[in-house]
């Protein structure tokens, strides 16, 4: 059988937009990047996100976007604004971003792994 020889790819986000950013870990975590890509198999690259804190926000991101979550009792949808997540923890921001870029299957949770961010 062969064996997959993962690529180990460092991304510096200082000053770079999050959704540039978050597409170019997705497209390497998903393997998109090599010559050989086949959907069906998880043959991504490991990616390592550094200075994750110096991120930079177009537009009125930081003020105007919420992420939601729902304790599934009624009238139980939480709403956090962007800024207080980015502020606690900016790696939480790069990895929702990522996360919904990744197609909604099993192999999503084995590339996601593979994903470290450093502040």
Same mark, same amino acid.
């Given at each position: 059988?062969?064996?997959? +020889?993962?690529? !180990?790819?460092? *991304?510096? =986000? #200082?000053? !770079?937009?999050?959704?540039?950013?978050?597409?170019? *870990?997705a497209?390497?975590?998903?393997? +998109?990047?090599?010559?050989?890509?086949?959907?069906?198999i998880? =043959?991504?690259a490991s990616?390592?996100? *550094?200075n =994750?804190?110096k @991120?930079k926000? #177009?537009?009125?991101k @930081?003020?105007?976007?919420?992420?939601? %979550? %729902?304790?599934? %009792? =009624?009238?139980?949808i939480?709403r956090?604004?962007?800024? +207080?997540?980015?502020?606690?923890?900016?790696? !939480?921001? *790069? $990895?929702?971003?990522?996360?919904?870029? /990744?197609?909604?299957n +099993? /192999? $999503?949770?084995?590339?996601?792994?593979? @994903?470290?961010i450093?502040?």
């Amino acid at each position: 059988m062969n064996q997959i +020889k993962r690529q !180990k790819i460092e *991304i510096d =986000a #200082t000053d !770079k937009a999050c959704g540039r950013v978050a597409t170019a *870990i997705a497209m390497a975590l998903r393997g +998109k990047i090599k010559p050989g890509f086949v959907p069906h198999i998880d =043959a991504g690259a490991s990616v390592t996100v *550094i200075n =994750a804190s110096k @991120l930079k926000f #177009t537009g009125r991101k @930081l003020v105007q976007k919420d992420y939601y %979550h %729902h304790t599934m %009792h =009624a009238g139980g949808i939480k709403r956090t604004p962007m800024k +207080k997540v980015f502020e606690s923890d900016p790696a !939480k921001v *790069i $990895r929702h971003a990522v996360n919904g870029m /990744l197609p909604k299957n +099993k /192999l $999503r949770v084995e590339m996601m792994k593979r @994903l470290t961010i450093k502040a």
